[in-house]
C-alpha cells in the first residue's frame, strides 16, 4: 500500500503547511508551475518525487522534468500533464500520449488552482482526473490545497483533497 501526494502550482513557494500535507507520503506528483529548485528539493526530503513543467516552469530541473509523464505506482498508471487538455480524452485520444500507448487509470494536471476529482464516466477511459489545487495561490474561493490518494495492488483506494490546514475540501470514498 502506498500514499501518494499531489501538489501543484507551488510558483517557487512550499510552505510548512504543503509539506505537512504531504509528510508520510510515499510519492509525490508534482502537476507543474515549481518556479524554483527549492521546491523540488524540499519535497524530495519528503519522497521521490514525479514532476512535469508548467506554463511558469522552464528546463531548469534537468533531463527527468519534461511536459508530461507517465509514473506506475503501485500497479497504477498516471498521466501527468500541467494542463487540463492534455489529460483528457479527446477525439484523438490523449493529447499527451502517443496513439497505441498503455491508458492510464488516474490522469492528474494543475494550471486551474481549483482542486476537483473527476470520476465515472466524464473522466473515461481513465477512472480519475484529478487537479490537487494550488498549493500557494489558490482560485476560486477555495484553500491552498493539496491531494491524497491511496493505492494498494493496481487499485486506487481512496482520493482526497485537504486544505493546507488540513480540512477536507472532496473525497471519493473508500470502495
Request: charged residues 20%.
Amino acid at each position: 500500500m502506498k500514499t501518494v501526494g499531489l501538489i501543484s502550482d507551488t510558483h517557487g513557494r512550499l510552505s510548512t503547511g504543503a509539506k505537512a500535507a504531504l509528510a508520510g507520503c510515499d510519492r509525490i506528483i508534482h502537476a507543474g508551475d515549481i518556479c524554483g529548485k527549492d521546491v523540488l528539493r524540499e519535497l524530495e526530503g519528503i519522497a521521490p518525487v514525479t514532476a512535469i513543467l508548467g506554463n511558469n516552469d522552464y528546463p531548469e530541473y534537468g533531463e527527468g522534468v519534461g511536459q508530461t509523464a507517465q509514473p506506475v505506482i503501485e500497479g497504477v498508471r498516471f498521466l501527468v500533464g500541467h494542463y487540463p487538455r492534455l489529460v483528457q480524452w479527446g477525439f484523438e485520444g490523449y493529447p499527451a500520449l502517443p496513439a497505441g500507448g498503455p491508458l492510464p487509470r488516474v490522469c492528474v494536471h494543475g494550471h486551474t488552482h481549483i482542486p476537483e476529482i473527476v470520476a465515472g464516466k466524464a473522466a473515461r477511459p481513465a477512472d480519475l482526473i484529478v487537479c490537487p489545487g494550488s498549493a500557494s495561490q489558490p482560485r476560486g474561493g477555495f484553500p491552498a490545497s493539496v491531494g491524497k490518494m491511496v493505492l494498494d495492488e493496481g487499485k486506487v483506494l481512496s482520493c482526497e483533497i485537504v486544505s493546507l490546514k488540513g480540512d477536507m475540501l472532496m473525497s471519493l470514498p473508500k470502495p
